[in-house]
């Protein structure tokens, strides 16, 4: 079934902006598919995803809907990819279900990105990385446009730079911790080297006017070399150790060897799944969703996005069997050219927009931001902290140059590449010191043309970049 969506004007919110609507005729295909299952047993059907975001969602978050600006609205208009809707409305609940959480007496914990989260669940708590955090802290307010919208989330950032430090390159959700609008009970995150803005931000904790209410936990990571050495696996089991029983202290349990190999499990399950989806994405001789949906399913390998891993396992599952159906049958994916630059990018929480990178003839088909943890399987046999220590620290995002740059290799080899992007924040001291080694040593072993671009948040700068890979696509194409 092919399904156009469809805009209405809504002259009471702006008399200029264009609002998108689902169609009515996915309904009955829609209503039809997998109801999503929750970690606490409770289920929401399909009917009931449709009418909260035909019904509920353009009144509470209209700004969601508006897709008047350059950006094109944040919802996905691939109506007929049943993923696509149930992924919205777990994002639109955020705030509703972290709220149900709290009130379970589940601890909420803020973590860092491109990490595991296994030993967080395992041990009760909820792991909310940055951008799950921002979710969580927009959805508080409610029937905001746009423009309003942006000018909160500004007003946020700004705040978080002024207490934490204008050095920072991205205040990555921690501005929502230090002004209350989230309820974190911890900062937790692994030391690991990807993010310059662990130092600050948990730093600024310490000082902050929260420094009380918020438990502050370092989980340290240990560099140079760190996989091959003995004891730095099992200092880093010490340190998940430390981590289980420290959210115990809050929960009043006690979180067993057992507790941690089943959520290892559950965690596995959804990084073969992604991995997976990936290969079938990748075989495809047309892409079967565009390149912001494709980073989307991906990210839910990382079992964290939405603050309840058995939810996103059950998007997962359901996302697998559809996107191999649309690889079966030649899908096109309405917006990407068939023969569309495929890029590859690398760094860390810097993405060029995916909408307007399709109309200039490209598609994002990779990154390795976060995929590194989601391509780490833990080996479920033996002591399970040791195991996922072990895992943790052989994430190739964390390795020595040479060995990043051969496993990013593998992967733009896999996604059949054309170019490779390589973006940082300004402020990021780690990924802006290693760009031009790890672009010379992919470009030495694979040919494939590279650029280098340096982003900040302001949207200036960010028409600047478009406009860079808008010309980097002509060069490859």
């Keep these: 079934m092919s399904a156009v969506p469809q805009y209405i004007t809504r002259s009471s919110v702006s008399d200029t902006a264009e609002y998108f609507r689902y169609p009515d005729e996915v309904r009955e295909q829609f209503i039809a598919t997998d ?72 601890p909420i914990v803020f973590v860092q990105g491109g990490q595991s989260v296994d030993p967080y669940y395992a041990a009760g708590a909820v792991a909310l990385r ?68 662990v130092s600050y931000g948990t ?9 009380k209410e918020v438990k502050l ?72 969703t565009n390149g912001r949906d494709r980073r989307s399913l991906f990210l839910l390998g990382g079992m964290e996005t939405h603050g309840d891993p058995v939810a996103s396992l059950s998007l997962l599952r359901e996302a ?39 109309e200039a003839g490209g598609i994002i088909v990779g990154n390795d931001n976060h995929w590194s943890d989601i391509t780490t399987l833990v080996n479920e046999d033996g002591d399970p902290y040791y195991e996922l220590a072990r895992a943790v620290l052989s994430y190739p995002y964390e390795q020595p140059l040479k060995e990043r740059a051969g496993w990013t290799v593998d992967q733009i080899r896999k996604s059949r590449t054309d170019g490779v992007l390589f973006l940082y924040k300004w402020g990021c001291n780690t990924q802006s010191a290693i760009a031009r080694l790890l672009v010379d040593e992919i470009k030495a072993q694979t040919g494939i043309p590279t650029i280098i671009i340096e982003d900040d948040m302001t949207r200036t700068q960010t028409e600047q970049l478009q406009n860079r890979v808008n010309s980097f696509i002509e060069m490859v194409s």
């Design 35 to 106: 109801d999503i299952e929750f970690r606490d047993g409770s289920r929401v059907t399909s009917l009931e995803v449709w009418d909260y975001l035909t019904q509920v969602g353009p009144v509470k978050y209209p700004n969601l809907y508006d897709n008047s600006s350059l950006y094109t609205g944040r919802l996905s208009h691939d109506v007929t990819f049943a993923f696509n809707l149930k992924n919205a409305y777990l994002s639109m609940t955020m705030h509703e279900r972290m709220t149900k959480a709290k009130a379970q007496g589940r």
């Design 320 to 358: 697998r069997r559809d996107i191999e159906k649309r690889v079966r049958q030649g899908h096109r994916t309405e917006g990407v050219l068939d023969n569309a630059a495929r890029l590859f990018v690398c760094g860390s929480c810097v993405f060029p927009n995916d909408l307007r990178t399709e």
């Design 217 to 288: 936990l370092l989980v340290d990571y240990p560099l140079d070399h760190q996989r091959d050495k003995e004891w730095a696996i099992r200092y880093f089991a010490d340190n998940l150790h430390r981590l289980t029983r420290s959210i115990d202290e809050q929960t009043g349990r006690k979180t067993t060897d057992d507790d941690l190999a089943r959520e290892i499990k559950l965690h596995n399950e959804g990084r073969r799944l992604a991995i997976e989806i990936a290969d079938l994405w990748w075989s495809a001789d047309l892409a079967p």
């Design 130 to 197: 940055p951008a799950s955090t921002g979710s969580w802290a927009r959805g508080q307010r409610e029937g905001l446009t746009r423009n309003q919208d942006e000018l909160e989330s500004r007003s946020d950032k700004q705040k978080a730079y002024n207490a934490i430090s204008f050095e920072v390159c991205n205040s990555a959700g921690y501005e929502h911790i230090q002004e209350g609008n989230v309820p974190a009970d911890m900062v937790a995150p692994y030391t690991a080297l990807r993010c310059s803005d």
């Design 203 to 211: 730093e600024a904790h310490r000082h902050g006017p929260r420094a």
